[in-house]
């Protein structure tokens, strides 16, 4: 009889306005990040593919939400593979332009899985910065352009692989600085719910 009772006060009561949730995902280019070898010889990470993912909501004038990215790549000329993978909270604020288009400025804090031969910390501390822009179809899409800025803290101070290859040998022995900082334009769909 409680849970009848239960039930329909929960039923009658008046709630809030839910507060709306948002899955973003996009698909973009990711570049930036440097390693140097014995000699000094910096060597640039390749710019490829990422794929992103972002699950926010309302707060206030803006969101939170978690997101998530993943690019593979490689060392130019030395062929290591590189694999970043970037989990953060984050928060934005939105900026209405006109009735369809509004940008958007957040910052990140979260944590970088790194899977590369070179160095044996493979979770590590990072941080982001981006901005963007929503065109909005409707209430419930929208086409979003974003640049993202993600910056890793690594400690280089123990990092070294060594490859050869029929054209150059050599060791690359630790990142040239203790961020390895890195570029993304990304494309995606916002679906809000």
Not at 59 to 78: H, M, N
Request: aromatic fraction near 14%; glycine fraction near 8%; charged fraction near 15%.
């Amino acid at each position: 009889m409680k849970r009848i009772a239960l039930l329909a006060l929960i039923a009658t009561a008046s709630f809030p306005t839910f507060a709306q949730f948002y899955i973003t995902p996009a698909i973009g280019m990711a570049a930036g990040g440097e390693v140097e070898n014995q000699n000094g010889d910096t060597f640039k990470i390749k710019t490829n593919n990422a794929l992103s993912f972002a699950l926010e909501t309302d707060l206030d004038a803006g969101r939170i939400g978690l997101f998530y990215s993943t690019q593979s790549s490689e060392v130019k000329t030395l062929g290591n593979k590189t694999r970043f993978d970037y989990l953060h909270f984050q928060s934005a604020l939105d900026y209405p332009l006109t009735t369809r288009l509004s940008s958007f400025f957040g910052l990140s804090i979260g944590a970088t899985y790194t899977d590369v031969d070179w160095s044996e910390e493979n979770i590590n501390f990072s941080a982001g910065a981006f901005t963007g822009l929503q065109y909005h179809f409707t209430d419930n899409l929208a086409l979003q352009l974003e640049a993202r800025w993600l910056g890793t803290a690594v400690d280089s101070d123990f990092d070294s692989t060594c490859v050869s290859t029929p054209t150059q040998s050599g060791c690359v022995i630790r990142y040239e600085s203790s961020w390895v900082n890195q570029v993304q334009g990304n494309l995606g769909l916002r679906f809000s719910f």
